[in-house]
């Protein structure tokens, strides 16, 4: 696939060379194919969302293919993301570990070292929390707009149609 050449390669390489600057040169590289496998995407279906947009504004009921292409252009990447995510489950049990070392150091003096450690674990805690939190924030996403797609009126109609139209002329957004 053109959107991940060399990434598996640059990947590789950061592993090998196990240093931050190419681990963020990867971080880099990820999201630029990420950004254009959107706009392939988009493109793909561009002419799909313009028929929609003028079923929308027309008051026109959407087919359920129709409603699923809304929903790849509102929430694809958010169902995407929880579809292919595979340590939400580690993240809570890490997260539980987490709270447990936490709780436990409530009663601690506050000893400089342990000042020290106590400050590693809380930065664990953060990337963790933050991990679970946009998880269930993209998950949250997806369901939200299932339940909007499911019952459309006339004024959902509109929001959706200037909503798609907005992001059709900004494709490089």
Known sequence: MEYLNGISRAMKQAQAD???????????????????????IEQATADAVAAIIGKLENHQPLTDAEKQTVKLWVVGDAEGYVKMENNFQDWLKEYRRLL???????GKTGSVQELVEVHGVIEDAIKVAGAVAHFLEDRE???RCET?????NAEDNKFIAGMLKSMLASPGR
């Open 141 to 143: 996403r997806v369901a």
């Open 18 to 40: 196990n240093t931050s600057e190419s681990y963020g040169y990867v971080a880099t590289q990820l999201v630029q194919s990420k950004n254009g496998i959107r706009q392939a």
């Open 100 to 106: 447990d070392v936490i709780a436990d150091w409530e």
């Open 148 to 152: 909007a797609l499911s019952s459309l």
